[in-house]
């Protein structure tokens, strides 16, 4: 795709628009030495060259990738008019835009009916999201899993609300029977049920959790900002992809839901999605500001139904954008939602065959987590893992390989029948996000180079235990 050409256009187009309002003499103070930003441009490019290559297969590290070009177009020509998405009259064309898109999601996770509109991030959204279970459910607390993402501890405190850690099982989902025992205590109003934790990727008891809103009326939050695009895969993948679609199809009966488009849903940062499924949630949002709503008639503004109040409207243009060319449909973004999944799945079975690493846990998603094998004490992991991940950096920009590292303690290695030595309580292990289609192509070449940092098996390693 010619991204050039495109960003081309649509400056033209942002040239003739501001030229249908008529000639203006500009301020002189606002005068642009073409010379002297032409050096600071330069220092800007040189400066950026400094960045990490999201887009490269061979970066199979964090949870992100670069944008789909159509988002980066979409985002510039809005940016461009530079709307705001608070009020209508701010962003008239792009809050319509959001207004579609969020509709997409929504129907994604099969809601009946929603509130929602996007946000600057997922720590936002589900801000949002415990802000609106506070407000149903007053003086009561919230329970998510040990292995939820932080935000979620920090937004209690932030909210003023008793946070409730439970337990995970032996793969890093929720011990729901504890989170039980906590419900029916009468101390927590809202379970927060993650969609694909920040660490292993695991799916939270989504489906079972539902008896327990049925009968102590707590609320159900899913913070599925990463996997809430995996909703587009089926039944019909049951058997390719090793899949179970039901903890999505659930998502729909939950009160509330958090996904991050800037992770699969190929958007720039930052892009995050609250969904409410009652509409009626939005009149814990209401104020009253003397200087919106300007148009007696128009779409309810998205500032009604929003902690945040400028919000960017290009972010919304972009994922318009995005989901024209590339629908929210198996057959659409669901392509890719399968390809990492199957990419992940040949990582994992490649880390089985090789006598130089090992693998921590079964990914469940795109995310797949080792070790090297030859260490046999948790420090001597910690100290491999963390010498790979380095030494993979460092080397030549054509040749390095970029991970990311995941803090385990002595019963997750234990939990998951690793037998090391528990001389410290807890070690760094490798962890690779594989979100990007293209690492399907080349995935048996990635853990072969992966490997190739692993001492060999056999060799004595610092903390090796031999």
Same mark, same amino acid.
């Given at each position: 795709?010619?991204?050039?050409?495109?960003?081309?256009?649509?400056?033209?187009?942002?040239?003739?628009?501001?030229?249908?309002?008529?000639?203006?003499?500009?301020?002189?103070?606002?005068?642009?030495?073409?010379?002297?930003?032409?050096?600071?441009?330069?220092?800007?490019?040189?400066?950026?060259?400094?960045?990490?290559?999201?887009?490269?297969?061979?970066?199979?590290?964090?949870?992100?990738?670069?944008?789909?070009?159509? @988002?980066?177009?979409?985002?510039?020509?809005?940016?461009?008019?530079?709307?705001?998405?608070?009020?209508?009259?701010?962003?008239?064309?792009?809050?319509?835009?959001?207004?579609?898109?969020?509709?997409?999601?929504?129907?994604?996770?099969?809601?009946?009916?929603?509130?929602?509109?996007?946000?600057?991030? !997922?720590?936002?959204?589900?801000?949002?999201?415990?802000?609106?279970? +506070?407000?149903?459910?007053?003086?009561?607390?919230?329970?998510?899993?040990?292995?939820?993402?932080?935000?979620?501890?920090?937004?209690?405190?932030?909210? !003023?609300?008793?946070?409730?850690?439970?337990?995970?099982?032996? +793969?890093?989902?929720?011990?729901?029977?504890?989170?039980?025992?906590?419900?029916?205590?009468?101390?927590?109003?809202?379970?927060?049920?993650?969609?694909?934790?920040?660490?292993?990727?695991?799916?939270?008891?989504?489906?079972?959790?539902?008896?327990?809103?049925?009968?102590?009326?707590?609320?159900?939050?899913?913070?599925?900002?990463?996997?809430?695009?995996? @909703?587009?895969?089926?039944?019909?993948?049951?058997?390719?992809?090793?899949?179970?679609?039901?903890?999505?199809?659930?998502?729909?009966?939950?009160? =509330?839901?958090?996904?991050?488009?800037?992770?699969?849903?190929?958007?720039?940062?930052?892009?995050?999605?609250?969904?409410?499924?009652?509409?009626?949630?939005?009149?814990?949002?209401?104020?009253?500001?003397?200087?919106?709503?300007?148009?007696?008639?128009?779409?309810?503004?998205?500032?009604?139904?929003?902690?945040?109040?400028?919000?960017?409207?290009?972010?919304?243009?972009?994922?318009?954008?995005?989901?024209?060319?590339?629908?929210?449909?198996?057959? !659409?973004?669901?392509?890719? /939602?399968?390809?990492?999944?199957?990419?992940?799945?040949?990582?994992?079975?490649?880390?089985?065959? =090789? =006598?130089?690493?090992?693998?921590?846990?079964?990914?469940?998603?795109?995310?797949?987590?080792?070790?090297? =094998?030859?260490?046999?004490?948790?420090?001597?992991?910690?100290?491999?893992?963390?010498?790979?991940? @380095?030494? !993979?950096?460092?080397? #030549?920009?054509?040749?390095?390989?970029?991970?990311?590292? /995941?803090?385990?303690?002595?019963?997750?290695?234990?939990?998951?029948?690793?037998?090391?030595?528990?001389?410290?309580? +807890?070690?760094?292990?490798?962890?690779? #996000?594989?979100?990007?289609?293209?690492?399907?192509?080349?995935?048996?070449?990635?853990?072969?180079?992966?490997?190739?940092? #692993?001492?060999?098996?056999?060799?004595?390693?610092?903390?090796?235990?031999?």
């Amino acid at each position: 795709m010619e991204v050039s050409k495109l960003l081309a256009r649509v400056v033209d187009s942002a040239r003739d628009w501001e030229a249908t309002f008529g000639d203006y003499e500009p301020h002189p103070d606002t005068e642009i030495d073409e010379i002297r930003l032409g050096g600071v441009i330069d220092e800007l490019l040189t400066r950026l060259g400094n960045s990490t290559p999201f887009f490269h297969p061979r970066y199979a590290g964090q949870m992100t990738r670069a944008p789909h070009p159509a @988002a980066v177009v979409g985002y510039v020509a809005a940016m461009l008019l530079n709307p705001n998405n608070h009020d209508f009259a701010g962003g008239p064309a792009t809050s319509q835009m959001e207004h579609e898109a969020v509709a997409e999601l929504a129907a994604m996770f099969a809601l009946p009916a929603h509130i929602g509109h996007l946000t600057s991030s !997922g720590t936002i959204a589900n801000l949002e999201a415990l802000f609106v279970a +506070r407000q149903s459910h007053p003086g009561r607390g919230v329970a998510f899993s040990d292995d939820a993402h932080f935000t979620h501890e920090r937004m209690c405190a932030l909210l !003023g609300m008793t946070a409730h850690r439970v337990p995970t099982d032996a +793969r890093g989902a929720m011990d729901l029977d504890a989170a039980a025992e906590l419900v029916r205590t009468g101390a927590v109003g809202t379970i927060v049920l993650t969609a694909g934790t920040t660490g292993v990727g695991a799916i939270d008891p989504i489906v079972d959790a539902l008896t327990l809103k049925q009968q102590y009326d707590v609320r159900l939050h899913v913070d599925a900002a990463y996997g809430g695009f995996f @909703a587009l895969l089926t039944h019909d993948d049951a058997e390719t992809l090793e899949w179970d679609p039901t903890p999505w199809r659930a998502i729909g009966a939950c009160d =509330s839901v958090v996904v991050d488009p800037h992770k699969h849903g190929l958007q720039p940062y930052g892009c995050g999605a609250v969904l409410f499924a009652d509409p009626a949630a939005a009149r814990h949002y209401r104020h009253d500001s003397p200087y919106t709503r300007m148009f007696s008639g128009a779409p309810a503004h998205l500032g009604e139904i929003s902690l945040e109040c400028s919000r960017a409207g290009a972010a919304a243009a972009a994922l318009w954008t995005t989901l024209q060319l590339i629908p929210l449909r198996r057959e !659409g973004l669901g392509r890719f /939602l399968a390809s990492t999944r199957r990419a992940a799945l040949r990582f994992a079975h490649c880390v089985e065959e =090789s =006598s130089e690493l090992t693998l921590y846990q079964q990914p469940e998603l795109d995310v797949v987590t080792y070790f090297p =094998s030859t260490p046999r004490t948790i420090s001597g992991v910690d100290a491999e893992s963390g010498r790979m991940l @380095a030494e !993979g950096m460092a080397a #030549a920009p054509a040749e390095a390989i970029y991970l990311s590292a /995941l803090q385990v303690d002595a019963a997750g290695f234990g939990g998951r029948g690793h037998r090391l030595d528990a001389d410290t309580a +807890r070690g760094r292990i490798l962890r690779s #996000a594989l979100m990007k289609p293209e690492q399907e192509l080349c995935v048996d070449e990635l853990v072969a180079r992966i490997a190739a940092l #692993a001492p060999p098996a056999g060799r004595t390693v610092a903390g090796s235990g031999r």
